[in-house]
């Protein structure tokens, strides 16, 4: 009771097909295929060039040191309301 035989994983098999379809089942499996495949380039890639590939440019909304930062920064004060 405690182990399936090859029959019942088959009739489980057809019942997955009877109601997903094999289209269906195709694309999941690609998708899941791709998804695999990036992570993989994506762990590869990221160990070995991840300083190297570091942007120049702060990303936007960051406050930097430069002049032009801090010409655009509004200085306001909080009030509380009574």
Known sequence: MGSFSIWHWLVVLLIVVLVFGTKKLKNIGSDLGGAVKG?????????TSGDAAAPAVPPAGQV??????????IDVEAKQKS
């Open 39 to 47: 992570f993989k380039d994506g762990m590869k890639d990221g160990g």
């Open 64 to 73: 930097t040191g430069n002049a032009s930062a801090e010409k655009t920064t």
